[in-house]
């Protein structure tokens, strides 16, 4: 495997950042996940777009054009030949000192990891996966915004291993007041009486590209979409639930806080989402050998 760092390529045992780097010491940088599929990179514009967003929240400066980071995430996809993958692209504020202050870092460091991921086990997208309401609340929007996809995720962790200690794989989170969020790594979305209700992102939930792509889904498939906020009592009483992510895909959950959710089986709506989602990735995306 080969690793991008600044511009050059390293075999993955030679691929290491200096421990004086402010990603490692601070948490201080951004970074996305993206989707290779059939050996197109899927709504690769919109991640970077996303990558630069972030970045400017942070004033962290990528130092490259967006043009640029897109040739080299594909360059970094075809060095390694893979058709299919998880790409990770991580800008941290680059190397400094062992104060805090970013004035005294020498720049940014930019890394492009092209590999494989599966989080949940494949038996979840069939029979749908269980899942719980965690008791760690969402980062506060005034605070460190969970639309800033940085590298600071103890609080997503936190929540991460709670799901793990009640032995399932993910946890939804609320925020201060007790709004539905998002979950440690997906979003949330919930359907009652036919209609889909995803929270808006302003109560405290990362903007997802693969939440905003479902959205134009459920659109074009002619299903009422709405961004509304809601309680965890919309969850324990909707018809459907699923989750939303790069690395999740669409996913259904049957079981929350050990209420089942719709009959224990993933709903219609759901798995027609999910359906029409699995063949739009394959023929949409940025082709990364033409
Ligand atoms: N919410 C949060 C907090 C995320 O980190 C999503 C939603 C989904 O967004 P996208 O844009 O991917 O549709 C994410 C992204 C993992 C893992 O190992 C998950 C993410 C990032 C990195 C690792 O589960 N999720």
Request: charged share 25%; proline share 3%.
């Amino acid at each position: 495997m080969l690793v991008y760092i600044n511009g050059k390529f390293y075999e993955k045992e030679h691929a290491k950042i200096s421990v004086f780097d402010h990603g490692f010491l601070y948490g201080d940088g951004v970074f996305e996940g993206i989707r290779a599929y059939n050996g197109r990179v899927f709504l690769l514009e919109e991640h970077v777009r996303r990558l630069f967003d972030s970045a400017k929240a942070i004033m962290l400066d990528i130092g490259l054009s967006k043009e640029r980071i897109i040739e080299d995430i594909l360059t970094t996809i075809r060095k390694n030949n893979l058709q299919e993958g998880y790409l990770r692209v991580i800008v941290t504020r680059g190397y400094g000192d062992l104060g805090l202050d970013p004035v005294n870092c020498n720049g940014v460091t930019v890394v492009i990891i092209a590999d494989k991921l599966k989080i949940y086990p494949q038996d979840f997208y069939e029979k749908g996966m269980s899942t719980i309401i965690s008791s760690t609340r969402k980062n506060n929007a005034d605070t460190i915004n969970p639309k800033i996809k940085s590298l600071n995720y103890l609080n997503n962790i936190f929540a991460k291993l709670e799901a793990r200690h009640a032995g399932v794989f993910e946890a939804i989170m609320l925020n201060r007041e007790g709004y539905v969020c998002e979950c440690t790594g997906d979003n949330i979305f919930v359907v009652s009486n036919g209609k889909i209700k995803t929270p808006p992102t302003y109560l405290g939930a990362l903007q997802g590209i693969t939440r905003d792509f479902v959205i134009g889904l459920s659109k074009k498939l002619n299903i009422e979409i709405r961004e509304e906020p809601f309680t965890q009592y919309e969850i324990y009483t909707a018809d459907e639930c699923f989750l939303t992510g790069t690395a999740a895909e669409v996913i259904p959950v049957i079981k929350v806080d050990q209420r089942i959710i719709g009959g224990g089986k993933p709903g219609k709506i759901t798995k027609q989402i999910s359906d029409e989602f699995k063949s739009t990735v394959k023929i949409q995306g940025i082709e990364i050998y033409k």
